[in-house]
């Protein structure tokens, strides 16, 4: 089977990193892919989202699946164009139609489908740009730390917990008045404050069937001790000390079962990832956020756990013929710690060779914002790779990351150095 992905962050490279081991597989394209999918397969020079572009390489390479990374291409609605192309509508796709992807789309959207299927998640309240004085108002009226969300994609961005009454204002006037995410701002959510430690859900559905992947802890803020602005991520471990067959057993039963049932009582067309940002408040779990596609960096930890072939389980649920079946999951810890651009997640520099990646032991390396040029690896992101480490313990795990992102050097680098602490203490 010719197989495609699309994307170029770190997510990308560990599905390609996966994919390539199977022997169903037999030509592995990335589209753009990055510094690291070029030795999995063939990188292609297209944007994740240049539906005309993705659809001659589909035709040109004979691609039989295309499994969809990054969430803009899902929301833009690149299952619905396979399925009305007439050239593509028998190519298997693994993403979610748009419909179902306003699940990550619109935060208003998911709030209002969890109330509808009466999924746990924190109370909210919605308003529109021009509600700038209504939304100042509900404020006045709420109690602090609250998040404020824009309501549609900021690459991970476009959450601020606010601990003071003045930063949730200055929230508002940012989205409303300053414009800080473009369309993606347009609209907002307001919402309770959970207190509780948070946790990563995955799973893959044909739409009718689940099975469900390790889950993870991430890591969003720049600074230790989960200080400082959101990031796309800054590393990620799994498996998580509290998620024990008690609290995974609530999950499936109020939050995973319920949103699998909504999608099929709103009869949405829904092949691929679903992911679950959870809180766990005293043992009790609640939907943050949903997600369309895998997480990153979760997906640098998670993928290195499973201990099968995973690319018979793309296909089935991408044909509507996935078995409910658990995967055989390594009983080992996973951490992945990511380097990233100095500055980031502000302005940062590019371009920086980064030196030390044939030192590394015992470790993978997957790569997100990082490029090749002739023999150099040179950074392109913010988040320049993630060094992921499986062992017998969380300590051992964490402990052989972060000798290993010791070794490599590019100017400015920098790695939060906490990771995991809290689920050891836990």
């Not at 990308?12 to 397969?41: R, V, Y």
């Not at 509508?89 to 619109?106: N, R, T, Y």
């Not at 739409?207 to 602005?229: M, R, V």
């Not at 795990?397 to 689920?423: P, V």
Request: with cysteine; hydrophobic share 40%; glycine share 8%.
């Amino acid at each position: 089977m010719n197989i495609l992905i699309l994307g170029s962050g770190g997510r990308e490279h560990a599905l390609s990193w996966m994919i390539a081991k199977s022997d169903l597989c037999d030509q592995l394209f990335i589209a753009p892919g990055n510094a690291g999918t070029f030795k999995d397969g063939i990188n292609i020079n297209i944007k994740p989202d240049d539906f005309e572009e993705i659809k001659s390489v589909v035709l040109r390479h004979r691609i039989e699946l295309v499994v969809v990374g990054p969430e803009d291409p899902i929301v833009k609605g690149i299952y619905d164009y396979f399925k009305s192309t007439q050239e593509l509508k028998d190519v298997l796709i693994l993403a979610p139609s748009a419909w179902g992807a306003k699940l990550e789309g619109s935060k208003e959207f998911a709030k209002q489908f969890m109330e509808k299927h009466h999924i746990p998640t924190a109370a909210y309240a919605s308003f529109t740009s021009n509600q700038h004085a209504e939304a100042r108002a509900y404020l006045k009226k709420q109690l602090v730390p609250i998040v404020i969300k824009a309501d549609g994609l900021a690459a991970g961005k476009g959450v601020t917990v606010a601990f003071k009454r003045e930063e949730a204002e200055q929230a508002v006037d940012d989205l409303f008045l300053h414009n800080k995410f473009g369309h993606a701002g347009s609209k907002l959510v307001i919402e309770e404050y959970l207190e509780g430690i948070e946790l990563s859900v995955f799973a893959l559905t044909d739409g009718e069937q689940y099975i469900l992947l390790p889950e993870a802890k991430d890591y969003k803020q720049i600074g230790e001790g989960n200080t400082g602005p959101n990031t796309g991520g800054m590393g990620s471990v799994s498996p998580v000390p509290f998620a024990d067959e008690i609290f995974m057993n609530k999950v499936k039963a109020r939050i995973l079962d319920p949103t699998i049932e909504g999608l099929k009582k709103e009869k949405t067309d829904y092949k691929g990832f679903v992911f679950i940002g959870l809180m766990n408040v005293k043992e009790e779990p609640y939907v943050i956020e949903y997600n369309v596609r895998l997480g990153d960096p979760e997906t640098e930890a998670i993928l290195p756990r499973i201990d099968e072939d995973f690319l018979p389980c793309l296909i089935e649920a991408a044909k509507g013929e996935l078995k409910g079946r658990q995967l055989k999951i390594k009983n080992q810890y996973s951490a992945a710690v990511m380097l990233v651009s100095g500055g980031y997640p502000a302005d940062y520099e590019k371009n920086k060779e980064i030196f030390g990646l044939d030192k590394v032991e015992n470790s993978s390396i997957f790569f997100a914002g990082a490029k090749l040029e002739g023999n150099k690896t040179l950074t392109c992101g913010g988040r320049v790779l993630a060094v992921n480490s499986l062992a017998d313990t969380l300590e051992l795990a964490l402990d052989n990351c972060y000798s290993n992102a010791a070794k490599i050097t590019f100017d400015k680098m920098y790695f939060r150095k906490d990771l995991g602490k809290d689920l050891i203490d836990y």
